[in-house]
């Protein structure tokens, strides 16, 4: 499982409108990587819902909000338009990212066990360092739980 002080893994995968978004590109930047489970459900539209209302906040501190699901590009689309999100959405149908994060994995819900993604942030550094990880989240208040977060991170040098 991936813990704070570790690299991020690197991917390269396709965004919402079919962009190619590859985290090394973002050195220099923060970057919140927010993993969900799925597009539009209530937990998941809270969230995103959360992170659009402060979005100008994380834009004038320049950092990078990614959500991240296993629904395809289709999906993202739908679920972006539905709810004026601004920030992109990645593709991963083939759970690559979410199985190099740790956060795809066995879960129980109502006594069923599946595989999914299980709701995890990760806060990364401009060095692409992973500087803090949020394993339980409240999807009401989630962007300010991490905007909170990355203020006690120390300065990067």
């Known amino acids: 499982m991936l813990e704070v002080g570790q690299?991020?893994?690197?991917?390269?995968?396709q965004d919402t409108n079919?962009?190619?978004?590859?985290?090394?590109?973002?050195?220099?930047?923060?970057?919140?990587?927010?993993?969900?489970?799925?597009?539009?459900?209530?937990?998941?539209?809270?969230?995103?819902?959360?992170f659009r209302d402060s979005y100008g906040v994380f834009q004038k501190r320049e950092i990078?909000?990614?959500?991240?699901?296993?629904?395809?590009?289709?999906s993202h689309q739908a679920f972006t338009a539905k709810y004026h999100l601004p920030f992109p959405?990645?593709?991963d149908t083939d759970a690559r990212v979410s199985s190099?994060?740790?956060v795809y994995r066995e879960k129980e819900f109502m006594g069923k066990k599946s595989?999914?993604?299980?709701?995890?942030?990760?806060?990364?550094?401009?060095?692409?360092?992973v500087r803090h990880i949020l394993r339980k989240v409240n999807t009401d208040i989630h962007s300010q739980e991490v905007l909170?977060?990355?203020?006690?991170?120390?300065r990067a040098a």
């Open 7 to 13: 690299k991020a893994p690197d991917f390269k995968v």
């Open 18 to 50: 079919g962009n190619t978004v590859e985290l090394a590109k973002l050195r220099g930047k923060k970057v919140v990587l927010y993993f969900y489970p799925k597009d539009d459900t209530p937990g998941c539209t809270k969230e995103a819902c959360s």
């Open 64 to 74: 990078v909000v990614l959500g991240v699901s296993l629904d395809g590009q289709q």
């Open 89 to 91: 959405l990645l593709v």
């Open 100 to 102: 190099a994060y740790g």
């Open 115 to 129: 595989l999914g993604i299980v709701r995890t942030t990760f806060i990364i550094d401009e060095q692409g360092v």
């Open 148 to 154: 909170e977060a990355i203020t006690k991170l120390p």
